[in-house]
């Protein structure tokens, strides 16, 4: 959980500074280059009428539909996407520490054993980062026992370590089905609360009910937007596992054949 608020906080520290520096470049910049920019950020179009409308961008687009959803669900699918992105971080940071070139570990351990023995291979190991190098030290610990010692070893560490590249995914998991659930629930509350409105008025009145789905409908929409961001990081970090798991279980099988290489001799 450490780790996890202070990748919230240098987010928080990032985005502030970024923030800070634009204001600061744009106060600076001469009068005809603001203007440029404001132009290029919205447009001025006539209508039929004459009128003058904005086109709003992208970002203020969101923000409006965001703030039109209600502060209720809305934040709460907002509070799923955070909490789901810091998890998703998280893993992803430790995920890309945890790879290892396997087969220069493997390479070296080798020579190690022909050159040191089992304490030569075994500092190799302990000076490598990574569920890999880890597998290897307690498969090497173990070495005097026999090459079936080793082994359990070998699958009993192995385990451990996978339980550590999958750990706080089950979260990920979480916040990808419950944002669209929220989402749901906010579209039946807001259908409801818009029935109790033409209830109340006593007749059909379609600006109440055009009104009333809208908002119903928005909060279904961001819902399912945070559970695709989500999904897509979750799939990454699936793959980017399973992808640890094969080499561990590959560098498994040539520790043990080292071992036996090893004894032979």
Same mark, same amino acid.
């Given at each position: ?91 992803? @940071? ?103 409105? @033409? ?67």
């Amino acid at each position: 959980m450490k780790k996890l608020f202070s990748i919230l906080a240098i987010t928080a520290l990032v985005f502030a500074g970024t923030t800070s520096s634009k204001a600061a470049n744009v106060q600076t910049m001469p009068i005809n280059v603001q203007l440029l920019m404001a132009t290029t950020t919205i447009s001025i179009t006539q209508d039929d009428s004459g009128t003058e409308t904005q086109e709003k961008g992208f970002h203020q687009e969101l923000k409006e539909r965001f703030v039109e959803g209600g502060p209720g669900f809305m934040g709460i699918v907002l509070l799923c996407l955070i909490l789901g992105l810091a998890f998703a971080i998280e893993r992803i @940071i430790y995920l890309n520490l945890a790879t290892t070139n396997t087969k220069k570990l493997a390479d070296s351990v080798e020579e190690a054993l022909k050159s040191g023995g089992v304490d030569s291979a075994k500092e190799v190991c302990r000076n490598t980062k990574g569920p890999v190098a880890s597998i290897y030290y307690q498969g090497l610990d173990r070495a005097d026992e026999g090459v079936d010692a080793a082994e359990k070893a070998v699958v009993a560490y192995g385990g451990v370590q996978m339980g550590q590249l999958e750990k706080n995914v089950s979260w990920i998991s979480l916040f990808i089905a419950i944002a669209p659930m929220l989402g749901f629930m906010g579209t039946v509350i807001g259908m409801i609360d818009a029935f109790d409105k @033409i209830q109340a008025a006593g007749d059909m009145n379609p600006s109440l009910v055009a009104g009333g789905i809208k908002i119903a409908l928005l909060t279904t929409v961001f819902g399912l937007i945070v559970a695709i961001i989500l999904q897509i990081f979750y799939n990454y970090i699936i793959a980017k596992i399973d992808s640890i798991v094969n080499s561990m279980e590959d560098a498994s099988i040539t520790l043990i054949d080292m071992l036996v290489e090893h004894k032979n001799k």
